[in-house]
């Protein structure tokens, strides 16, 4: 017996095959909105560009940092519709795996938060720019770290140049 002459039977194959390649109920809409429900982010993330911070004292960010981060996106020809924005303090469930299901970055920017504690499969240096799984990702001190600090804001700003020129 070949294998071109097995018959399945019309249960077998959909077990075998259960799963839609296309979901029709979701056609059409953005679903963006609805996959963040979790998450308490900022920006609409239509550039899937994620960035990282760890601010205690803000739901997203401190004013002073957000002036800075508008700044940089600003530099970089974005806006924060560009981008989302997620703290891990008012996240506190977010990890690796959890954002990159949600928000499917292409960047991720870490401003103030380690690989580690995200649980991130790797491990890089700050300013050094890494490729992961098709993704860029980028570490740095925190924003308010940045803002005070000129030589800081060189080395953000010479490889933020490379990821989005």
């Known amino acids: 017996m070949s294998i071109d002459s097995i018959q399945l039977t019309s249960v077998l194959v959909e077990k ?26 900022l920006g609409n993330n239509e550039k899937n560009i994620l960035i990282i911070v760890n601010e205690p004292h803000a739901l997203h ?41 949600t928000f499917n970055p292409a960047i991720v920017l870490l401003f103030g938060v380690t690989p580690d504690a995200l649980d991130f499969p790797m491990e890089f240096p700050l300013f050094q720019l890494q490729q992961y799984n098709r993704q860029k990702y980028l570490s740095s001190p925190s924003l308010s770290e940045i803002s ?14 490379k990821i989005f020129n």
Do not use: M, P, R
């Open 61 to 101: 960010v401190q004013e002073d940092d957000l002036k800075l981060l508008t700044g940089i996106l600003s530099a970089c020809k974005l806006s924060v519709a560009d981008v989302a924005l997620v703290n891990t303090d008012k996240n506190t469930f977010a990890n690796f795996s959890t954002l990159n299901e």
């Open 16 to 41: 075998l095959y259960n799963k839609h390649l296309y979901n029709f109920n979701t056609a059409g809409h953005n679903t963006s909105k609805e996959k963040n429900d979790g998450f308490k982010s």
């Open 148 to 161: 005070i600090d000129k030589s800081l804001k060189k080395n953000l700003w010479d490889i933020l140049q």
